[in-house]
């Protein structure tokens, strides 16, 4: 194995450990805070953090020149909302126990976003790619029927990053700058949403409390150093394999909640699990194939 790709799934399976785990139990401690204040943290402290990395790799001519360009813009500002509805989702079912249905959303993540590039991208497809995607038509069908378990937590999870990946892949922006114009565009939010908790008293972040304070801005580095790992992983190991590799993520996630955080798992969330495993494995395979 050369050692470029070797380095590269070293990079993404560290990343995709430290989504599944790490970044679990970092929010899960924090989860007495409202999930609206944590995306504002994890907003406002990745567009500081980014534009540290920025001026420090000197990119500001960069960004000046992307913002004046409407069809990127554009672009990101509908980037930007995917990602703070993925964000908000995400943190909202870790906060309240529904860590097995959020695995559910990351599973069927990259079929899902396989199937929007051939809709959108007119990119080639075969059987096997096919057969995975009806397979994950079925598993939500079965959850459909039963409605106490419909995992609209994990539909609107895998819908949101399959189209934000979707949408990032069309208007080819660099992954660093790109998440610096989008967190800088919802920093207006983030402020509006922060000022409202305020009023209200229902804020966690104060100089009266620092620990807390304090643990809330690692919000940011916990949203962007895994990304960064999974990215450098893709760059060097290729998106296939890095693909085959974000399966560690849901994974975690999975067992977490079953054994961990001793969340639920009724006949039917196994059995669609089951059908979503099936489809898994058959897309797994159709991408070392490719590799």
């Known amino acids: 194995m050369k050692r470029k790709i070797f380095s590269g799934i070293l990079f993404a399976t560290s990343g995709s450990f430290w989504w599944g785990i790490l970044g679990v ?7 007495f805070v409202s999930p609206i204040e944590l995306v504002v943290h994890r907003t406002v402290w990745s567009a500081l ?5 920025i001026s420090i790799y000197g990119k500001w001519s960069e960004v000046f020149k992307l913002l004046k360009k409407k069809r990127i813009l554009l672009g990101l500002l509908l980037s930007s909302i995917l990602i703070i509805t993925n964000w908000y989702t995400w943190i909202y079912a870790v906060t309240v126990n529904k860590l097995v249905d959020a695995s559910f959303g990351y599973y069927i993540y990259p079929i899902l976003s396989a199937f929007f590039g051939i809709i959108f991208l007119k990119e080639t497809y075969n059987k096997t790619k096919l057969i995975s995607f009806i397979l994950v038509l079925i598993s ?3 959850l459909f029927f039963s409605f106490d378990s419909f995992p609209w937590i994990g ?6 990053w399959s189209l934000y990946t979707l949408v990032r892949k069309v208007i080819k922006v660099p992954a660093d700058i790109g998440l610096f114009i989008e967190s800088l565009l919802l920093t207006p939010l983030a402020f509006f949403a922060f000022y409202n908790l305020f009023q209200n008293g229902n804020n966690f972040f104060s100089l009266n409390n620092i620990n807390i304070s304090i643990w809330l801005f690692l919000a940011g580095a916990m949203t962007l150093i895994p990304l960064f790992l999974f990215l450098k992983g893709t760059e060097k190991a290729g998106l296939g394999v890095a693909g085959m590799i974000f399966f560690i993520v849901p994974t975690c996630h999975f067992l977490l909640g079953i054994f961990y955080f001793n969340e639920t798992l009724d006949l039917y969330k196994l059995l669609s699990f089951s059908i979503i495993w099936f489809a898994v494995a058959i897309f797994l395979r159709d991408l070392a194939s490719d590799n």
């Not at 953090?49 to 990395?53: G, N, P, V």
């Open 25 to 31: 139990f970092y929010f899960k401690s924090i989860a």
């Open 49 to 53: 953090t980014l534009s540290i990395t």
């Open 140 to 142: 939500i069908i079965i």
């Open 155 to 160: 539909l609107i999870v895998a819908a949101s």
